[in-house]
């Protein structure tokens, strides 16, 4: 019924109509799900950011397939940065299930419309939204079907995607000192004032609820590793957490959950820090300005 996304949560398998009753399945394991938040319990499962976001009925953006497919992600941040003029695309795609190959029109009469630099942002979130959304639309729907039999959508609308995650998963004992012994730096080092600034905030000045959605925010999932933060995963094995030094102040902290890395700019002082990184993880997807 699911598929291992790359940054290890599980998304609906778009191919699971290979079942007849793989519908039937998906509104039992929303039941399921449902049934838990019902009853307080929490369940040891983690879902893509895309698909909490369909649970709650909200809208996916185009970055948030990097979860799921990166190496698709950076083809379309590709796209985004240079010139198609001479691609000769259109709003089409081919859909590939057990090796039927079937073309689908991204908007009406997509494929008699080029892909052009005034048009291709739309053409990029149209794109994402087919793999992330409409390619498991039914999916989406006999999930939705079995978890608000059980929980009302008014209940759960106050919350954003990575807090439903923590609501279905609970808070999980998160031993900042260990993922502190496992981290990579690229651009700093363990003495760069906005490391030190890091830390402090991370072990200090944030909540328990704070670091489970940091660890959401940053790896994809408020999971913790078994055997700590140096088993942690990647999507090419064995990945530990990596703060990357990026320049753009005016930018909020920045994750890739792939690579359990967070891009991060060398902030003034602690409490500019702090107000950063918590309205990135608390607000956005993970990507914007401040």
């Given at each position: 019924?699911?598929?291992?996304?790359?940054?290890?949560?599980?998304?609906?398998?778009?191919?699971?109509?290979?079942?007849?009753?793989?519908?039937?399945?998906?509104?039992?394991?929303?039941?399921?799900?449902?049934?838990a938040i019902f009853d307080g319990a929490q369940m040891d499962v983690h879902f893509t950011r895309s698909f909490y976001k369909h649970i709650l009925g909200k809208k996916v953006v185009w970055r948030d397939i990097e979860a799921i497919d990166p190496e698709f992600y950076k083809n379309l941040q590709w796209l985004l940065e240079h010139d198609v003029t001479d691609l000769d695309m259109n709003f089409s795609v081919a859909s590939n299930s057990f090796g039927k190959v079937t073309p689908v029109d991204l908007i009406p009469n997509g494929s008699d419309i080029p892909v052009t630099e005034e048009n291709k942002e739309q053409y990029i979130q149209c794109i994402a939204e087919y793999k992330m959304t409409h390619t498991i639309e039914k999916q989406i729907a006999a999930f939705k079907d079995g978890f608000y039999e059980l929980i009302p959508h008014t209940l759960v609308s106050m919350f954003n995607e990575l807090e439903l995650g923590l609501l279905i998963s609970g808070l999980p004992d998160i031993d900042i000192q260990d993922l502190k012994r496992n981290t990579e730096y690229r651009g700093y080092t363990t003495d760069s004032p906005v490391v030190r600034f890091f830390w402090d905030i991370v072990m200090n000045r944030f909540t328990d609820a704070d670091r489970a959605l940091f660890l959401q925010f940053v790896t994809g999932s408020s999971q913790v590793p078994l055997d700590g933060f140096a088993s942690l995963q990647g999507m090419n094995g064995l990945q530990k957490f990596r703060i990357v030094r990026t320049e753009d102040t005016k930018r909020?902290?920045?994750?890739?959950?792939?690579?359990?890395?967070?891009?991060?700019?060398?902030?003034?002082?602690?409490?500019?820090?702090?107000r950063q990184l918590l309205t990135a993880v608390k607000e956005t997807s993970g990507f914007g300005f401040a």
């Open positions: 019924l699911f598929t291992h996304s790359a940054d290890t949560t599980f998304q609906p398998n778009k191919d699971s109509f290979i079942n007849p009753h793989h519908l039937d399945f998906f509104k039992f394991c929303g039941r399921i799900i449902g049934k909020l902290p920045t994750a890739h959950t792939c690579f359990n890395q967070l891009d991060l700019p060398p902030y003034k002082t602690e409490d500019e820090l702090e």
